[in-house]
T-cell receptor, first 115, second 114 residues
Framework: GAGVSQSPSNKVTEKGKDVELRCDPISGHTALYWYRQSLGQGLEFLIYFQGNSAPDKSGLPSDRFSAERTGGSVSTLTIQRTQQEDSAVYLC?????????????FGPGTRLTVT | GNSVTQMEGPVTLSEEAFLTINCTYTATGYPSLFWYVQYPGEGLQLLLKATKADDKGSNKGFEATYRKETTSFHLEKGSVQVSDSAVYFCALSDWGGSNYKLTFGKGTLLTVNP
């Protein structure tokens, strides 16, 4: 079946602009995670969605970052007023649920470059 | 809080050499442990996992044993191949109050030469 897909695969933006990154999880997966992979920080958790519950936003680095998940499926990560330190690969993952440890399946990522 | 420490690379080996990548962890609860692999140009893939003490995860000739007494989950392979060249990430998943988010080590780049 189809895996986790993300778009765009690459995004170059100017400092100060807003960007939107999209994630399509595996069909039927109720848990969705966003992570960030950067040279200095490695892989960091950003935000988590489970069904209709309030998201866990504890990993978001600043209030310029936000995310939503519409209809329990597609998710969009928005970064406002981008800064150069936001340059990283943004990874989305989904799992069957968060009730118990379920394997997280990762998408190919969106490479964001802020110039 | 939770953390994962893995040996820094890069690691360069010849084909058929023995591989060990060390990983130790700190967790407040009773975590599950994972090794993820990222091949060049590809996304993260789960390589193996272990969910309780003394469990051994294995896949594609790789093995790792969950050692609670030493809080370790070292990755081993007896004979590496050129196709094993990739970045390897050790990770743990522990209940954080709302979800089983993964905490990753910084990754180890492995290059296997023919």
């Amino acid at each position: 079946g189809a895996g986790v897909s993300q778009s765009p695969s690459n995004k170059v933006t100017e400092k100060g602009k807003d960007v939107e990154l999209r994630c399509d999880p595996i069909s039927g997966h109720t848990a969705l995670y966003w992570y960030r992979q950067s040279l200095g920080q490695g892989l960091e958790f950003l935000i988590y969605f489970q069904g209709n519950s309030a998201p866990d936003k504890s990993g978001l680095p600043s209030d310029r970052f936000s995310a939503e998940r519409t209809g329990g499926s597609v998710s969009t990560l928005t970064i406002q007023r981008t800064q150069q330190e936001d340059s990283a690969v943004y990874l989305c993952a989904s799992s069957e649920s968060a009730a118990g440890v379920n394997e997280q399946y990762f998408g190919p990522g969106t490479r964001l470059t802020v110039t | 809080g939770n953390s994962v420490t893995q040996m820094e690379g890069p690691v360069t080996l010849s084909e058929e050499a023995f591989l060990t990548i060390n990983c130790t962890y700190t967790a407040t609860g009773y975590p599950s442990l994972f090794w993820y692999v990222q091949y060049p140009g590809e996304g993260l893939q789960l390589l193996l996992k272990a969910t309780k003490a003394d469990d051994k995860g294995s896949n594609k000739g790789f093995e790792a044993t969950y050692r609670k007494e030493t809080t370790s989950f070292h990755l081993e392979k007896g004979s590496v191949q050129v196709s094993d060249s990739a970045v390897y990430f050790c990770a743990l998943s522990d209940w954080g109050g709302s979800n089983y988010k993964l905490t990753f080590g910084k990754g180890t780049l492995l290059t296997v030469n023919p």
